[in-house]
C-alpha cells in the first residue's frame, strides 16, 4: 500500500529543506516564497511540523548555533525524507498528468 498523501504545508517544509539544511525561520520565509505567498506558516505550527517529521524519520537536525544569545537549529532531510518526498512529486505529477489529459479532451469536445 503506497503512503497517504502529503498535506501542502509538509509537502512545503519538505521541499523548503530539499536544497540544503536551514534554520526554522529560514524555511518559513522560504515555503512562503514556494508557495508564492499562498502559505503562510506560524513558528508553532512549523515547529510541531518539524517534530513530526523528525518522529518519521524524515528530517534531523543539521546543526546548532547561538546567535544573538538565541538557539539556532538547523534541519535538513534523511535520505527517508528525500524519497518520500520524491514520492510524493511523482503521485502529484500523475494527478497532474490525467487532469491535463482530461481538459484537453473537454476542449476537443470529448466530455460533456
Not at 69 to 96: D, F
Amino acid at each position: 500500500m503506497s503512503d497517504p498523501a502529503l498535506r501542502e504545508p509538509t509537502f512545503l517544509v519538505l521541499t523548503a529543506l530539499a536544497a540544503q539544511p536551514q534554520h526554522g525561520y529560514g524555511v518559513l520565509r522560504d515555503v512562503e516564497t514556494i508557495s508564492d505567498g499562498q502559505v503562510k506558516l506560524r513558528a508553532g505550527t512549523l515547529y510541531a511540523a518539524l517534530d513530526r517529521l523528525h518522529a518519521e524519520g524524515w528530517v534531523e537536525v543539521d546543526r546548532e548555533e547561538v546567535v544573538d544569545s538565541r538557539l539556532r537549529r538547523y534541519y535538513r532531510l534523511t535520505e527517508p525524507g528525500v524519497a518520500r518526498l520524491a514520492a510524493e512529486v511523482q503521485r502529484r505529477q500523475r494527478h497532474t498528468t490525467a487532469a491535463e489529459q482530461r481538459l484537453q479532451l473537454r476542449s476537443a469536445g470529448g466530455l460533456a
